[in-house]
C-alpha cells in the first residue's frame, strides 16, 4: 500500500494533480497543497549550450543593433577546449559542517540534521556525504570564509557544533537574496 502512496506522490509532484487520486485498489486518496522549495539556477540556463557569439545583436534577427567581434579561429578553439575540459571543474570554497559523527547511529541522525536544517533555512544549498567511517552534513556555497562565518553565526543557535569547512564548492547562486523559488504542490493526504 505505501508503494502506491509514494507513487501518486511522486505524481502529483510531476503533474500537478488538481482531483482526488486513486490507488489500484480503488481508495480515494485526497490531495493537499503543500509548499516545495527548489533553489535558481547558478546561471541563466537559457543560454547553456549556446556560444556567446549566437547570442549577440544583430539587425538580421530583429536587433535595434548589430555587435560584431572580429577575432581568430585559434582563440575560439582556445576557449572552446577550455570550456570542454573544465565542464564540470568545482572550486575551492568554503562551507559550514552543521554534522559530523561515526556512531552507531550516524546515518538516520545525518539525514535528522539535512531535513532539520531544509526546514528551516530554505534555499541554502546542504550536502549529505559518507566519507568513511564518517556521516557529513556540510551546508552553503561560499567563495570566502567572512561569508560562510555570517552563515555560522546565524544558524549556531539551532546547530552549536556548527564550524567553518574549507572544501570544493559548487558555484554559488549570484543573487543570494533570491536563491530559492518556492511553489505549490498537490500531495496525497496519505503521505502527509
Do not use: C
Not at 53 to 61: Q, T
Not at 78 to 96: F, L, P
Request: proline share 5%; charged share 25%.
Amino acid at each position: 500500500m505505501k508503494k502506491y502512496k509514494a507513487a501518486i506522490f511522486v505524481l502529483a509532484l510531476f503533474a500537478g494533480f488538481t482531483a482526488n487520486a486513486q490507488n489500484p485498489d480503488g481508495e480515494n486518496l485526497p490531495l493537499r497543497d503543500s509548499i516545495v522549495y527548489r533553489q535558481v539556477p547558478v546561471a541563466d540556463t537559457t543560454l547553456i549550450g549556446k556560444s556567446i557569439f549566437e547570442v549577440l545583436p544583430s539587425r538580421a534577427k530583429g536587433d535595434a543593433a548589430d555587435v560584431t567581434i572580429h577575432q581568430t579561429e585559434a582563440v575560439t578553439a582556445a576557449t572552446e577546449e577550455y570550456i570542454s575540459r573544465n565542464h564540470d571543474k568545482q572550486i575551492q570554497g568554503y562551507r559550514v559542517r552543521i554534522f559530523f559523527d561515526n556512531r552507531q547511529n550516524a546515518r538516520s541522525a545525518s539525514a535528522a540534521a539535512l531535513d532539520n536544517f531544509l526546514s528551516v533555512y530554505h534555499g541554502i544549498p546542504a550536502y549529505r556525504t559518507y566519507q568513511n567511517p564518517f556521516f557529513k552534513v556540510t551546508v552553503g556555497d561560499f567563495r570566502t570564509k567572512s561569508e560562510a562565518m555570517e552563515l555560522l553565526r546565524t544558524i549556531k543557535g539551532n546547530f552549536p557544533a556548527a564550524f567553518v569547512v574549507k572544501e570544493p564548492i559548487n558555484f554559488p547562486v549570484i543573487d543570494k537574496k533570491h536563491s530559492f523559488e518556492a511553489d505549490t504542490i498537490k500531495v496525497s493526504a496519505a503521505v502527509l
